[in-house]
C-alpha cells in the first residue's frame, strides 16, 4: 500500500496542546497524579513571584525515572489511553505532563533521579522551538539559565522528580516585577490551590503516612489540609446504604450522605462543610477513579423525566459518593483534565434512582430545619402552613385545622370573618421570591425561630399554646408539653419550656 510519512509541525502541535483549558489548580492537579503514580509520599510544590520570571516547581519523592523513562515520559502521547494500566495509575491518555505544563509555562524541564541513576534532565522550550523554525521536535538536554537553583532540591534525594515550569505567560502576561496588584493576585490563587487540592485528594491525604503535599515551604504550617466533602465525622450527618451498579466486567460503587442543616452546626462547622466553593456548588455526585477526585459536586446532567437535575437550595444537603476503576474511563468518557464524566446510560439510569431518594431526603431535612425524621410526630399538633398547589401554582395557607388556629377562631365568634379576612391578606402577601432570594443569596443569614427572643417570651408563646390547645386547665399535662417541645418553632428552646412548665 502506498503512503508517506506526515509528521506534525513541532511548534504548531505544542502551542495546540496549551488549549485544553487548564486552569492553574486542574493543571497542578494533574501534575500530582503523575507523582502520586510514581509512589510519591511527599511533594513539594513552590510557586515564586518574579514578574514575568516568576516560576513553579513541583517535587516528589517517587520512584523517579531513568533517562530512558525520561524521554519517553516528554513525549506527546507517551502511552495509548487503550494500553491496561496498573490500578493505582492515575494516569490516561500519556499527555498530562505536557498540557498540564504547557497550559501554563512555555518552558517545561523536568529532571529525575532513580536510586540506581543520576539525574537526568530534559526540557521543551516552545520560543525555542519557534525560533528554529526547523518544525523539529527538539527536546533539550539542558535547563534554561539560572535554573540550577530551582531544581536543586533533587540533588539532596536519593530518588524523585522535579517539574520547573517558567515563563509563565499564562499567569503573568504583561505584569511587571514591582507590580503589587500582579503580585498579590499570583499569591492569592495559592489559596485556591490549597483549597483545590485538599478537596482532590483528601482520601490521600486523610493518613499523612500515606501523603502530604507542600505548599511554599516544608513545614507543618505549609500542608495541604484534606477537605471531606461528606463531612463523615460529624453525628448527624447520615450516610445511606451502598449499592453497586454493575457494567459489563466493570462495578460502580455508589453511597449518599445527607448532610447536617444549618441549625445543626455551629458556624464554624457550617463554613468547613460548606467547602471552597460554598453549599449550592457542592451538592451532588462526587466521581473518584483511584480515590482521586474527577468530579466535584455535579449532578452529571442527569434528568428525572423532562427537567434536568440543576443545583437548588433545597438540594444542597445532598452530596452522592461514586467510585470507578481507570478501566472505566471509557465508558465515563473521562477527559484529558480528568475533570468531566459522563456514565454510560445504564449507570446513569440506576443513579438516578439511587438519586432520586437521596434528594428526595435531603430536601425534607432541608424544609423541617434538620428535625426530619427524628422528631416525633405530632396528632395533635401539626404545622401551621400548609403547601397545595391550586390552578398549577404553589401556595400556601394558614392550617384551619390547626388546634391553635380553630381554638382561636371558636373564640372569636361572631368575628370569625374579620379574621378570615386577616388570614387572608397574610396568605396572598407571603413574600415567597424575596423568602427564597434571601435564603440563596445569605443562608448564613437566616433566623432560627424565636432566635431574637428572650426566654420569658418564649416561655409566654408556650402558654398561649398550651391553653389554647388544652383550654384553660391547669396544670399542662405532661404528653402536651412533650408534644409543644416537638413543634418546630419550640425544639431549639425545650430546655426552658421544661424547666419552666415541667415540675407543674
Not at 231 to 239: I, M, N, Q, Y
Request: glycine residues 6%; charged residues 25%.
Amino acid at each position: 500500500m502506498d503512503f508517506e510519512i506526515s509528521p506534525p509541525s513541532a511548534a504548531a502541535m505544542l502551542e495546540s496542546l496549551r488549549a485544553y483549558g487548564y486552569s492553574l489548580n486542574s493543571a497542578i492537579a494533574d501534575l500530582i497524579d503523575n507523582s502520586i503514580t510514581a509512589k510519591a509520599k511527599n511533594i513539594w510544590i513552590t510557586l515564586r513571584w518574579d514578574g514575568e520570571n516568576s516560576w513553579i516547581t513541583i517535587r516528589d519523592d517517587g520512584t523517579g525515572m531513568s533517562e530512558e523513562q525520561l524521554s519517553k515520559a516528554m513525549v506527546a502521547g507517551s502511552q495509548s489511553p487503550l494500553d491496561q494500566r496498573e490500578e493505582h495509575d492515575l494516569g490516561r491518555f500519556g499527555l498530562g505532563l505536557k498540557t498540564a505544563s504547557l497550559s501554563l509555562a512555555r518552558s517545561l524541564t523536568v529532571a529525575s533521579k532513580t536510586g540506581s541513576t543520576p539525574l537526568v534532565l530534559r526540557r521543551w522550550d516552545l520560543d525555542y522551538i519557534a525560533e528554529q523554525q526547523t518544525n523539529e521536535w527538539r527536546l533539550l538536554k539542558s535547563g534554561r539559565s539560572n535554573s540550577e537553583e530551582k531544581l536543586a532540591g533533587i540533588e539532596n534525594q536519593e530518588c524523585g522528580t522535579v517539574v520547573l515550569l517558567e515563563n509563565l505567560d499564562k499567569l503573568c502576561a504583561g505584569t511587571v516585577a514591582n507590580s503589587p496588584a500582579h503580585r498579590d493576585e499570583f499569591y492569592h490563587q495559592i489559596d485556591s490551590l490549597r483549597d483545590h487540592l485538599g478537596m482532590i485528594f483528601h482520601r490521600f491525604l486523610a493518613t499523612s503516612s500515606r501523603l502530604k503535599i507542600y505548599i511554599n515551604g516544608e513545614t507543618g504550617a505549609h500542608l495541604v489540609k484534606p477537605w471531606d466533602p461528606f463531612f463523615s465525622k460529624h453525628k448527624a450527618t447520615e450516610p445511606k446504604p451502598v449499592t453497586r451498579i454493575p457494567f459489563g466486567e466493570t462495578v460502580t460503587t455508589v453511597q449518599g450522605f445527607i448532610l447536617p442543616h444549618k441549625d445543626m452546626l455551629t458556624q464554624e462547622e457550617y463554613e468547613e462543610a460548606g467547602g471552597p466553593l460554598g453549599w449550592n456548588a457542592h451538592q451532588g455526585f462526587y466521581v473518584y477513579r483511584g480515590d482521586r477526585l474527577l468530579v466535584s459536586g455535579s449532578w452529571l446532567g442527569l434528568r428525572e423525566g423532562i427537567a434536568k437535575w440543576r443545583a437548588e437550595e433545597h438540594y444542597k444537603l445532598a452530596r452522592i459518593r461514586v467510585d470507578i476503576t481507570n478501566e472505566m474511563d471509557s465508558d465515563w468518557k473521562i477527559d484529558v483534565k480528568k475533570s468531566l464524566a459522563t456514565p454510560p446510560q445504564n449507570v446513569a439510569l440506576a443513579l438516578v434512582r439511587y438519586a432520586s431518594q437521596v434528594r428526595t431526603e435531603a430536601r425534607e431535612i432541608f424544609a423541617h430545619r434538620g428535625k426530619y425524621g427524628k422528631r416525633k410526630r405530632s396528632e395533635k399538633i401539626g404545622k401551621v402552613w400548609l403547601a397545595k398547589q391550586i390552578r398549577n401554582q404553589n401556595t400556601y395557607r394558614l392550617d384551619r385545622d390547626h388546634p391553635v388556629i380553630r381554638s382561636f377562631l371558636e373564640r372569636l365568634g361572631g368575628r370569625r370573618k374579620e379574621a378570615e379576612a386577616i388570614f387572608k391578606l397574610i396568605e396572598e402577601t407571603v413574600p415567597v421570591e424575596q423568602i427564597w432570594l434571601d435564603s440563596a443569596e445569605s443562608p448564613e443569614m437566616r433566623s432560627s425561630p424565636f432566635g431574637s427572643a428572650s426566654d420569658q417570651e418564649v416561655i409566654e408563646a408556650a402558654r398561649t399554646f398550651l391553653e389554647m390547645v388544652q383550654g384553660d386547665v391547669s396544670p399542662p399535662s405532661k404528653d402536651l408539653i412533650d408534644e409543644i417541645c416537638e413543634l418546630e418553632c419550640f425544639a431549639d428552646h425545650k430546655d426552658v419550656i421544661y424547666a419552666h412548665f415541667g415540675a407543674a
